[in-house]
């Protein structure tokens, strides 16, 4: 029972870091695979407010969104600057950059990482799994509600024109720039969200618990889930958390778990880009023009 | 500056290594101006400045006195100016309903929602001739249908200048009244049409001013028959 | 020779195409006119094979011997003009080759592409016509955006090109007053059908006749 409640957590928390990955890519056009640092951001902050902080919640959750937001728009200010497919390829380093930074903050607990202490809140333990079952998944529930509300407000239909043609756009009195940096600060803000259910959850945060993996992970489950609609995430964190787990019950050793993961993944992508390329649910996703960057 | 509509005073601009506009001085206020040229004389790039999609590398442009280079494209679009490419730009993979609509912003709806977008675009669809394609798919339009709805965005906006990239350029004859009306209501509001075109019959019948470039320069401007009967600017085209 | 048969288009209940049939000698340029969205560019697509006909056959328009130029301008934005030039080269067999040279050099050869206007950019993707010798040739709008001048002398250069190759030649373009004077026969398309099929010499001096045609 533990075991499950465990997994919700996951799949609440991955989920919504998904969501994230749909809005900035699916409805912003933004492909980052940086969220594992801006995941990282909001969880380091979070351990070192309720930590050597004792810092009340009330002061370490809002600081959590405040940096989630603050490391996207950084994020988002290179978006501005590359090529999309540099820009991909840049956000793959964000890991290695956040990882050498917080190895080496001694404040943070440098190379072994920081633990802390169980936070409390109202009497209510979070990392105790169905507390923090319940937190994730209201905080899935809150972004597939954001997702959704996004996708039909006037600022989702102006993204849906800069994701295609940002040109255009401009030409139609659209501030694609605009547009993208308040998309990115929305997910931003999940994602820092997400970093704080995380480390007052599992109560330790690590250098090595925030990798390129892990982002990719993300990216996929968005993907396969399908960008641009709201319910993809869900899917997309449903089928790549809770299905791998679900080979457990079909008697596979432990001791291959990690590969047969990985392969699993790989076998999911694969199926997907050739079956089913906009996702369970995906709507299919325009790429931006390759003759955007004239102005003929 | 003086409020001349648009006023592009010594332009130049040098895009890739080339001079695409030397030294182009002009003004215009209302009516039709058509802009004719060779292939390369830089009639684009005009347009391209006046939207801001491209920066001067000396001289200045300004619409209704304000400097254009301390304004990014998408505040001059919002000043009403609207444009068309010469390759038309449409958002593939939806309908061409919403396609026009995309080009109402919150304060052109005056606050009334969605639906009164598709009402206003589909009344423009119809102005082109296009209201039985409104559902289709975009992707699925000729290249003629395509500038048909760039035109049907300029309808839907009621903009005070219209910058239109070979308007007439690959559609078929019996469509160009439906761009010269699209045109005369621009100018009928007391609005500026600014349009770059190949077909000097269609500029007889719609422009009041014409200005003729080559390779950059300003080579003539004025009434219609004056310039395209000048010998002098039409050996400056030199047979390009 | 091209010959078409009876071939249809049909997508989502709508004939784009409809049972259209016409044949080209080797050496005849057919012009093929018609309103937006008559059917004129998936006629084009049809016989060079991009798009799969519903009905009818097509025979003469073998792969690798077609020359198809679609509507458009497009050329590669980073290459120069005459990077341009070496890539269409390479692409035809030595033996192919003919003798005939390229239209004069009016594009700056070091620009890069991207950077070429439009009228430009149409010129140099459609000077790949002169590196081969093709056994067909299919063009969707030669002169859009091209100035009166050189729509003249792409024009006459088709008609080079089609003569030097003995290729049947195809096509469409809305300029039909500018393209009736190399053209051997105007065909109309109307809403997928060709209802017009007729000799284009004698409408380069009767004016009306051509607009009386044009309004179909």
Not at chain 1, 145 to 163: E, F, I, P
Not at chain 1, 261 to 267: C, E, F, H, P
Not at chain 2, 207 to 233: F, K, M, T
């Amino acid at each position: 029972m533990e075991y499950l409640l465990h997994l919700l957590v996951m799949f609440g928390i991955f989920g919504a870091l998904a969501s994230a990955a749909n809005i900035d890519a699916g409805y912003g056009g933004v492909l980052s695979f940086a969220y594992a640092a801006v995941f990282g951001a909001g969880a380091y902050v979070t351990a070192y407010l309720l930590g050597p902080q004792s810092a009340p919640v009330w002061l370490a959750l809002p600081a959590a969104v405040a940096v989630g937001i603050g490391a996207n728009l950084i994020v988002a200010a290179i978006a501005s600057r590359l090529a999309d497919g540099d820009f991909a390829v840049a956000t793959l380093a964000a890991h290695g950059l956040f990882a050498a930074v917080v190895a080496n903050t001694d404040l943070v607990g440098g190379p072994m990482g920081l633990q802390i202490p169980q936070v409390q809140v109202g009497g209510l333990s979070l990392s105790s799994p169905i507390v923090a079952a319940a937190i994730a998944l209201s905080l899935l529930t809150l972004s597939v509600a954001a997702a959704y509300k996004l996708q039909r407000s006037s600022l989702g239909r102006a993204l849906r024109v800069v994701r295609e043609d940002a040109v255009l756009a401009r030409s139609l009195g659209i501030d694609a720039s605009a547009c993208r940096v308040a998309a990115m600060a929305a997910s931003g803000a999940l994602v820092g969200a997400a970093g704080f259910v995380f480390a007052s959850y599992v109560q330790f945060v690590h250098p090595d618990s925030f990798t390129t993996r892990e982002a990719v992970l993300i990216v996929c489950m968005a993907i396969a889930g399908g960008l641009g609609t709201p319910w993809g995430a869900v899917a997309g964190a449903a089928l790549l958390v809770l299905l791998p787990e679900g080979l457990r019950w079909v008697g596979l050793p432990a001791a291959s778990e990690g590969a047969m993961r990985d392969i699993l993944y790989g076998s999911l992508l694969a199926a997907f880009v050739l079956l089913r390329p906009a996702g369970l649910f995906g709507c299919f996703v325009p790429a931006a023009k390759p003759h955007d960057t004239t102005v003929r | 500056m003086s409020g001349r509509t648009i006023e592009l005073k010594n332009v130049a601009v040098r895009l890739g290594g080339v001079d695409a506009l030397l030294d182009v001085s002009a003004a215009f206020d209302v009516g039709v101006v058509a802009i004719i040229g060779p292939n390369g004389s830089g009639k684009t790039t005009v347009l391209n400045v006046l939207s801001g999609l491209v920066r001067l590398s000396r001289g200045s442009a300004s619409i209704l006195g304000k400097n254009l280079s301390t304004i990014p494209a998408h505040q001059i679009a919002r000043m009403g100016i609207a444009r068309t490419f010469q390759t038309s730009r449409i958002l593939e993979w939806t309908d061409i309903r919403e396609n026009v609509a995309a080009a109402l912003s919150r304060t052109d709806l005056g606050g009334n929602g969605p639906s009164e977008a598709y009402r206003l675009a589909e009344a423009s669809l119809t102005a082109v001739g296009l209201e039985s394609l409104a559902g289709v798919r975009a992707s699925t339009l000729s290249f003629g249908e395509r500038k048909l709805v760039e035109l049907a965005r300029v309808h839907v906006r009621k903009p005070f200048i219209a910058l239109l990239d070979e308007p007439v350029s690959g559609l078929h004859p019996s469509k160009f009244p439906i761009v010269a009306d699209v045109i005369s209501q621009v100018a009928a509001r007391g609005g500026l049409v600014i349009l770059v075109e190949h077909d000097y019959e269609f500029v007889r019948e719609v422009a009041g001013q014409v200005v003729a470039l080559s390779a950059g320069r300003l080579v003539g401007s004025g009434a219609p028959a004056e310039v395209l009967n000048d010998r002098a600017v039409l050996a400056s085209f030199g047979g390009a | 020779m091209l010959a078409v048969e009876n071939l249809s288009v049909v997508r989502n209940g709508r004939h784009i195409l409809d049972s259209v049939s016409l044949t080209a000698e080797g050496g005849q340029i057919l012009l093929i006119a018609g309103h937006n969205g008559a059917g004129k560019s998936t006629l084009l697509k049809t016989i060079f094979g991009e798009l799969s006909p519903s009905r009818g056959t097509v025979r003469g328009a073998e792969t690798g011997s077609t020359f198809y130029l679609p509507q458009g301008r497009t050329v590669f934005p980073s290459l120069t003009v005459s990077e341009h030039q070496r890539l269409y080269r390479s692409l035809v067999p030595v033996s192919e080759r003919p003798d005939t040279r390229l239209p004069d050099a009016v594009l700056p050869d070091l620009a890069p592409a991207g950077g070429l206007s439009g009228g430009e950019r149409q010129w140099l993707a459609a000077s790949r016509l002169n590196v081969g010798r093709p056994r067909l040739i299919l063009i969707d709008e030669l002169t859009t955006g091209l100035s009166p001048a050189w729509r003249k002398r792409m024009l006459e250069n088709l008609r080079d090109a089609t003569d030097a190759s003995g290729a049947p030649t195809l096509l469409v373009e809305h300029n039909v007053r500018d393209a009736v004077a190399i053209a051997d026969r105007l065909l109309i398309l109307r809403q997928g059908r060709l209802v017009l099929d007729t000799a284009a010499a004698p409408l380069r001096q009767d004016t009306a006749r051509l607009e009386e045609i044009l309004l179909l």
